[in-house]
């Protein structure tokens, strides 16, 4: 036998690389797929099935992934192919229209979900919300070119010694955000963010705690054929307890939801001055107004930024937490 000559399945394998090494657009890759990653375990995926009637009667596989694939995420659209024992492989995967990625314990960046239209930040009355943690992650989502939006859920617990947090929702408002105010538990304000996310594919994310789980549940309604792990904050400590391990999506009556595990802490990975500055709008349009065009931004002569602060134009919060996010940077 001659051993250069390839296998059928080598060949195909090669067929695959080379489609994917063209790097052809999303659309003709994904023209290719018959699969879509709804949830990750390890080594392992959930992938659905995209072709006919999976509408109708989603059929799930457990699949494994061939070795020369990059680590795959939820919303992945994928090629997938039977196996012997009634799990699959995924042996394709196709170019991502944008993933969200968030740095893990060792700081090193790891993709959340992929194919998105929004990424949700989710805040709550309790656990309690700080500005600067959502600012590092519209910083992130900003300069991944996604859309951002935010929710403050759990208002059935807002009490009147809290009128920050009302106050927080005003900030982002005022710049232009998508920002809803819902609680889960009553309700109260879902109709409005259920509008907006219609027909959109949306990740949510945001502290563990927060009632992402809870969010995606409620938006399911009544008749939804799965829920989300729903899971008490610690008592004592108003923290969550991380219910939720692996992103997950749902297919709900008017849109798809992956809903994500909370974090603690989100730091960003290392960024440029001018990356954290396109994290803040209102700063992104000074940005060409400062003297020097590699302006730090930290007290250079001319910073249009500093500028704007000093006069009052810039949120003193906003300010506070740009700057964090700059002297996090330089170390
Ligand atoms: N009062 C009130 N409690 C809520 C609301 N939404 C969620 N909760 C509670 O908050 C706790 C945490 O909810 P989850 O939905 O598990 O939170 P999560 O953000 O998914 O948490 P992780 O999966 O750990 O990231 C649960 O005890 C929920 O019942 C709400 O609108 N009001
Ligand atoms: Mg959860
Ligand atoms: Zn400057």
Known sequence: MNKRRLSKQQQRRINEQRTLAAGESAE?????????????????????????????????????????????????????????????????????????????????????????DVVLVVIACVPEP?????????????????????????????????????????LYRGLDYPVFEVSAKTSDGMASLQKFLGGLTTVLVGQSGVGKSSLVNNLGGQEASESAEVGELSVGKDKGTHTTTTARLFHLPNCDLIDSPGIREFSLAPLSPEQVCNGFPE?????????????????????????????????????????????????
């Open 130 to 170: 700080f500005v600067n943690l959502i600012d590092r992650y519209l910083v992130a989502i900003e300069n991944l070119g996604l859309r951002a939006a935010l929710v403050l859920n759990k208002t059935d617990l807002l009490t009147d010694s809290q009128a920050d947090i009302t106050g927080i929702m005003d």
């Open 283 to 331: 700063l992104r349009r000074l940005l060409g107004d400062c003297k020097f065009r590699n302006c730090s931004h930290r007290g250079d002569p001319g910073c249009a930024l500093i500028a704007a602060a000093e006069a009052g134009d810039i949120d003193a919060r906003r300010w506070s937490s740009f700057n964090q996010i700059l002297a996090s940077n330089e170390s």
């Open 28 to 116: 003709v890759a994904a023209a290719h797929c018959n699969g879509r990653i709804i949830s990750h375990f390890g080594q392992q995926l959930d992938v659905e099935s995209t072709t006919a009637d999976a509408s109708e009667n989603p059929l799930i596989v457990r699949c494994h992934q061939r070795a020369n694939l990059p680590a795959l995420v939820t919303g992945d659209l994928v090629r997938w192919e039977p196996g012997e024992d009634g799990s699959g492989v995924v042996t394709a995967v196709a170019e991502r229209r944008n993933v969200f990625l968030r740095p893990d314990s060792m700081g090193r960046d790891k993709p959340v979900a992929a194919n998105l």
